[in-house]
């Protein structure tokens, strides 16, 4: 038994972004062409973290990357084998997970540093650490302009390995604003100074940062400039499927996640008659009432009234009264012949031929807010069904 809305996560769709991604990557004559990091952080963006991590190792992702520790450990225990990079700050205490696990943890902080070096020492063991830069978002990160000052201690430190050196930008979706660029220029003064730092910092052995990889592109800067591609690119949103907006992209990508209902109740309303809490959506004429069973438990957004539609029978149908909290109302007066169990599609497509397609993007614009939102709140009782 299942209930009958359902997140449909298409596995294949999935790897394909992540080859087309892959093979954007490489079109590009004369260089290279970046690694990729791939993103699946909150539950792989709400799609499920074990089978599309599993997945995207399969697709040939050489590392993956998650928001905690707590995360990486769900990665490992459902059998993932490739390097997986911790984004987040670490807590200070627990850190032992880095280690049973074999997770590669972001030190963005002094104090991060020495609580990882205190317990790579107590461990034995020399842990390699990608080194987070701040550039100009002012959230985590060693600010690009006091490395000389902060960093010594930590390329020094006897049980930490620098892997990888990288920033994130706070505007890549913007193509307007001049920080983008500020942060990327920010970037490579702070590679050229650790650069400059690590041989005195590493006790005077040859330069560790030459072989250091450095990354700092997600899906909409590596869309918008391959300047920033470096050695490798950290894509979340794209492999999913979904283009950020308002960036635009000629890489051929396939929505991974759909979500379907069904109705469940079919009601008439006279003329006067007002529908769900707050009596807000009142009929003018006599109208016709479909029910469906998803509300804002399941992470379906309040604003949707009078704002969303979904697909009925392949065509349109508005989400009128208020979203509640197990279920929404969409009228489908002008669609005919509406029966109970037919199927509702909140975000994919419907129909053979002629069929109609609501993207998450759609959703997200309809209600403010940015498609990250949608799939990540795909609320834990939607069961997600797999096909590969
Ligand atoms: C979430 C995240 C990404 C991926 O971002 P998208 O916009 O989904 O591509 C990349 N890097 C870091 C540090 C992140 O936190």
Redesign the pocket.
Known sequence: MIRSTVARIDLDALKRNFLAIRSHLAAEPGRTPPSIIA?V?ANAYGHGSERVALALEQAGATML?CADIEEGIVLRRAGVRVPVLV?GALSVSDLDGLFEYALTPTISTPSAARAVQTAAARHGITIGYHLKIDTGMNRLGFRYDNLRRTLPELLGSANLRLEAIYT?FATADDPEGSLFDDQRLRFDQALATIDALAPAAAGGVSSPVRSVRRHAG???ALLRDSRVWYDVV?????LYGIV?PPLASTVPLTPVMSLTSRVVAVKGLRPGEAVGYGARFRASAPATIAVVPAGYADGLDLRLEGRGQVLIRGRRAPIVGAVSMDMMTVDVTSLGDVQPGDEVVVVGRQGDESWQQIGVREMAAAIGTIP?EIVCRVGARIERQYSA
């Open positions: 993103v952080k990357a984004f994130h997600n899906s909409a950290r894509p979340g949103l794209l950020p990250y």
